[in-house]
């Protein structure tokens, strides 16, 4: 079965210290990887993708995520975490399954940044 | 990225009575639309798909005559809750994907429906 894993419930970095947050996937054939990030009663915001290429994503607010083929992974990081980052985090593969294109979320992430 | 509104943002009902939530493709034609359901410390999960001019297509346990969904034209569509129970109050998330990126869904603001 097509899944996303997200392994840790929540993740807490002190303000300045890098931070990741963990993605692995499940999908048949060649992936398309999202993450997005969810403030409090609000929808989500699209950080970035990976579609094919560079397997180090740039995207929105200075977080950067890595795909890695041999480890079904594709953890999302950032060198230097700010207080505002604090967010739930989700990531998401678009994936084909009974004869459409659907995303698979991640149960989520919720990132603590520390001041 | 896609600009998209939700409408109303949050409503509160009474238990019986149907509540309509639009969502509207701001800045570019929306060939499909999705609607999504979000439980409280849980992640999203996919209701419906719907596409422009074409019956929606519902997920597995989902049910099509409770959640009615219309997807009227290429910026529009509506998920109506008929006959709300305390039971559907949720967080309700729409997203869009196209006007030329296929591959991306960019999510509405959401709606939160309380059920009384």
């Known amino acids: 079965a097509q899944s996303v894993a997200q392994p840790e419930d929540q993740v807490n970095v002190a303000e300045g210290n890098p931070l990741t947050v963990k993605c692995t996937y499940s999908v048949s054939g060649n992936p398309y990887l999202f993450w997005y990030v969810q403030y409090p009663n609000r929808g989500l915001q699209f950080l970035l993708k990976?579609?094919?290429?560079?397997?180090l994503v740039k995207g929105s607010y200075g977080f950067e995520a890595e795909f890695n083929k041999s480890q079904t992974s594709f953890h999302l990081k950032k060198p230097s975490a700010l207080v505002s980052d604090s967010a739930l985090y989700f990531c998401?593969?678009?994936?084909?399954?009974?004869?459409?294109?659907?995303?698979?979320f991640g149960t989520g992430t919720r990132l603590k940044v520390l001041a | 990225g896609a600009v998209v509104s939700q409408h109303p943002s949050r409503v509160i009902c009474k238990s019986g009575t149907s509540v309509k939530i639009e969502c509207r493709s701001l800045?570019?034609?929306?060939?499909?639309m999705f609607w999504y359901r979000q439980f409280p410390k849980q992640s999203l999960m996919l209701m419906a798909t719907?596409?422009?001019?074409?019956?929606?297509?519902?997920e597995q346990g989902v049910e099509k005559d409770k959640f009615l969904i219309n997807h009227a034209s290429l910026t529009l569509s509506t998920l109506t809750v008929t006959s709300a129970h305390p039971e559907d109050s949720s967080f309700y998330i729409c997203a869009t994907e196209g006007g030329g990126v296929t591959d991306t869904q960019y999510f509405g603001p959401g709606t939160r429906l309380t059920v009384l």
């Open positions: 990976y579609i094919t290429g560079d397997n």
């Open positions: 719907s596409n422009e001019g074409s019956k929606a297509t519902y």
């Open positions: 800045d570019f034609q929306a060939t499909t």
């Open positions: 998401a593969v678009r994936a084909f399954t009974s004869g459409t294109y659907k995303y698979i």
